[in-house]
């Protein structure tokens, strides 16, 4: 078994967003991954709601999914790597590939759901310019 500490330093330290959210929305953990990906602070995020990374069209369908899943402790993504639209707090845009953890308390009651998120915009980008050439030599 890992000790705790060292545990705790793999969660802060790694280069991909690691955070926590309470059962209600709220961030209760945010990595320095989180930091150099979507530009708040551990101090700014903490406690606030999830729409601070949300991009403001797609917040409706992100609650409704998210609420759904604190009721029936269900989620229909398992261990999908899901691919969203995310906002950085310069109000860029941004493309991440993130996983979930959903926690559970004793009686199986769900606390809240932890995320491992990766920035894919720079690789999403270069696709896009890929697929942009392909499609030029193929009308050639």
Do not use: C
Not at 8 to 26: H, M, R, S, T
Not at 104 to 109: A, I, S, V
Not at 117 to 136: F, G, S, V, Y
């Amino acid at each position: 078994m890992f000790p705790e500490k060292l545990s705790q330093q793999i969660i802060e330290n790694a280069p991909d967003a690691i955070l926590y959210v309470d059962n209600k929305g709220l961030i209760q953990h945010w990595n320095q991954g989180a930091e150099r990906i979507f530009g708040f602070t551990s101090h700014e995020a903490i406690g606030q709601s999830l729409d601070i990374i949300i991009p403001e069209k797609l917040r409706g369908r992100h609650w409704e999914g998210y609420f759904k899943v604190m009721t029936s402790g269900e989620s229909r993504y398992g261990t999908d790597l899901l691919s969203v639209p995310a906002s950085h707090r310069d109000g860029q845009r941004l493309s991440v590939d993130f996983s979930i953890v959903m926690l559970k308390n004793e009686q199986g009651q769900v606390t809240g759901i932890a995320s491992l998120m990766r920035d894919m915009t720079a690789q999403r980008q270069k696709e896009k310019e890929l697929q942009q050439r392909i499609t030029e030599l193929e009308e050639k």
